[in-house]
Every structure is written in structure tokens, then in C-alpha cells.
């Protein structure tokens, strides 16, 4: 992903992914350039099981990518 110039559609919902793959997935994107949406919503409640650190890691590679247009969290464990 992070060298990738030509992906620009990623749906990676109800992988399991938590806070350690949401910044993984961050430190990719600040490199990133292609990627328009990003799916890491989950369709049962907190299958992907994104928190706070995960949505802040990916929060700050966004202050960095301009490419990304979508990012669905829908369904994570983020509160308020």
C-alpha cells in the first residue's frame, strides 16, 4: 500500500484488523498517493475492533494524504 501508485479502492471490513493494523494501515497512507476510499467499517459491531488509538494513528496519516476521499469506521468500537 505504501508503494502502491495504482489501488485506488481498498475494502478490507470485517477483517479484524484492531488498533495495531489501524497503524500499520496509517503509516502506509502518509506515503500513499492513489488510495480515494479506504472500507474498515465492520457489518457486526466491533468486528474490525478499531479504537482510539487506532482511529488517532489514522486521523494523523490523513493530515498528510490528500488522496483518500472515504474512510468508512462505521461499526468499530470508537466512542465519543
Known amino acids: 500500500l505504501q508503494a502502491n501508485r495504482s489501488l485506488t479502492w481498498l475494502d478490507l471490513s470485517d477483517n479484524g484488523i484492531g ?4 497503524a500499520h494501515l496509517a503509516a502506509a497512507l502518509q ?3 492513489s488510495l480515494n476510499t479506504l472500507d474498515l467499517s465492520s457489518s457486526w459491531f466491533g468486528t474490525n475492533r478499531i479504537g482510539e488509538a487506532g482511529a488517532a494513528q489514522l486521523a494523523q496519516a490523513l493530515q498528510a494524504n490528500f488522496s483518500l476521499t472515504a474512510l468508512d469506521l462505521s461499526d468499530n468500537i470508537v466512542t465519543d
Open 31 to 33: 506515503a500513499n498517493s
Open 19 to 22: 488498533d495495531a493494523g489501524a
